[in-house]
């Protein structure tokens, strides 16, 4: 497989389930991120990791869990989510060059409905 | 006050004529990226071109050119000789700051191109 790949597509969960995400880039890439889109709003960062290490938090709720065990792996731990965390979740890849553009590149997303 | 501005929610196109979508920014760092990113209903954001805030040039990627104006603040996306697989939602995004790898998305415009 190449570029970045995420599984499952789909996922509905009821509020007391948990459920992962995964993520798996092909690139070779050493950053990792996970997105947000709601419907109507725009992309949001949820999380970013170098080198396995998380970097960002952008004041995530503590019901989302993220795990980086390597440069190319990425997972999103949800647990007891609420309806209103229901949508599209992203995961992208860059490869954290010095000076270089750093472009990120994106998985097809999850498609998460929680009843 | 929002970094990333896309002032035009929908856009309707003639297939083989060019097509505008505005993005207007707002930073104060003399340091940021430019990247413009399409969306069709499959969800996966596909990147298209990159622009810095050094570069002399504007971008160009195939049929896709950046008109980069930057005391007005503004990189719009050029799209020549539509086809009808270029319907979709296209987002710009920044990033700023040397160090930073985390996006900034607007709010997108859908795309449709009309035979």
């Known amino acids: 497989e190449t570029g970045v790949t995420q599984t499952p597509r789909h996922l509905v969960m009821g509020m007391t389930n948990k459920k992962s995400l995964k993520c798996e880039q092909h690139?070779?890439?050493?950053?990792m991120y996970w997105y947000k889109q709601s419907a109507k709003k725009p992309l949001e960062l949820m999380f970013v990791?170098?080198?396995?290490?998380?970097?960002e938090n952008n004041s995530v709720p503590s019901r989302f869990s993220p795990e980086c065990p390597n440069s190319s792996h990425l997972f999103l731990h949800l647990h007891t989510l609420q309806p209103e965390d229901s949508a599209l979740y992203l995961c992208a890849s860059s490869p954290r060059t010095s000076g270089g553009v750093d472009t990120q590149y994106f998985g097809p997303g999850t498609r998460l409905t929680v009843l | 006050a929002q970094k990333i501005t896309q002032t035009q929610p929908g856009m309707f196109v003639q297939e083989k004529e060019a097509v505008t979508l505005d993005c207007t920014y707002d930073?104060?760092?003399?340091?940021?990226?430019l990247f413009w990113y399409k969306q069709p209903s499959s969800g996966e954001m596909i990147f298209l071109i990159y622009?810095?805030?050094?570069?002399?040039q504007n971008a160009t990627e195939g049929r896709y050119s950046l008109n980069f104006q930057k005391a007005r603040k503004s990189a719009n996306l050029v799209i020549s000789a539509s086809q009808l697989g270029d319907s979709a939602m296209y987002f710009c995004a920044m990033r700023e700051g040397r160090g930073r790898r985390a996006l900034t998305f607007g709010s997108g415009t859908r795309l449709q191109v009309q035979p």
């Open positions: 690139l070779g890439h050493n950053a």
């Open positions: 930073t104060s760092d003399p340091s940021y990226g």
């Open positions: 990791y170098n080198f396995k290490e998380q970097t």
């Open positions: 622009q810095g805030s050094y570069d002399q």
